[in-house]
């Protein structure tokens, strides 16, 4: 009996051990569970912190991404406005000269295309020089109108007429100044190596007996045309433009014969 209260106790107490053990081990896993959870909560709002730090970061970081190209490009634009206007004389210097050299080179064709007419005109003796001035041999000169002062050549005939508008002046040609007509002798036409055109000839009439020799600019229609009488001294120079005939809009007085 003995033996078997004994061993009933020692039974008891092994599970009473066991169940102690039991105990003790959920109370420590009880425990281990809240220790976990607490460090959980603390990871968790540890984790909560530095996302919302690095969100703040990344916000700002964004702020100041957004701004930089702003003031880049207004920095840009403020430089390039800067140069525009720095450099806007220069620019327009540029357009200026770029503008010229359009109109000089339209006036050289222009030239051009009236230097060769001007010399066709006077291969085919038809031509007449407008003057604008004359010049005397005294050096005095006179600027005139120049369809009614002139030297011209057409079929043949040629003619030197000046006009000085002094109305109340008596005049041969009605018109302020003299018309004289003749007939050609003597004609010469060279060029030098510059394009400078020299024709020479003479004219003989009733009342006229003279060189006239006629010099167009090289590459343009701009011409003299000295006249020097054989029997006086009294030269005058006629300056001017020389057009083929048909196109000169030159008006003739009466003839003095």
């Not at 959870?37 to 990344?58: A, D, F, H, P």
């Not at 620019?91 to 030239?111: F, P, S, T």
């Not at 003749?182 to 190596?193: A, N, Q, R, Y």
Request: proline share 3%; hydrophobic share 35%.
């Amino acid at each position: 009996m003995a033996m078997r209260a004994f061993s009933h106790l020692f039974i008891n107490i092994v599970a009473l051990k066991r169940s102690g053990n039991l105990f003790l081990h959920k109370i420590q896993k009880q425990s281990i569970m809240k220790t976990n959870s607490k460090k959980e909560e603390t990871g968790s709002m540890s984790c909560n912190r530095v996302n919302k730090r690095i969100g703040i970061i990344l916000a700002a970081s964004l702020s100041i991404l957004m701004i930089l190209p702003a003031t880049v490009s207004t920095g840009k634009a403020q430089e390039s406005k800067k140069l525009t206007r720095k450099e806007k004389e220069e620019a327009w210097r540029a357009e200026r000269l770029k503008k010229r050299a359009a109109e000089e080179q339209e006036e050289m064709r222009n030239d051009s295309i009236e230097y060769v007419q001007a010399i066709e005109a006077i291969r085919n003796g038809s031509w007449a020089l407008e003057a604008s001035n004359i010049t005397f041999d005294n050096g005095v000169t006179r600027f005139v109108t120049p369809s009614t002062n002139f030297v011209s050549i057409n079929n043949g005939d040629a003619v030197v007429q000046t006009a000085f508008n002094n109305s109340n002046i008596y005049s041969p040609n009605g018109i302020g100044g003299i018309t004289v007509e003749g007939s050609i002798t003597g004609e010469e036409l060279k060029m030098d190596h510059e394009g400078n055109i020299y024709y020479n000839y003479s004219i003989m009439g009733p009342r006229v007996s003279a060189t006239v020799s006629v010099v167009v600019t090289a590459h343009s229609n701009q011409a003299t045309a000295t006249v020097d009488p054989n029997f006086s001294s009294r030269n005058m120079t006629m300056s001017g433009y020389i057009y083929p005939y048909e196109s000169a809009g030159v008006f003739e007085g009466t003839p003095d014969y």
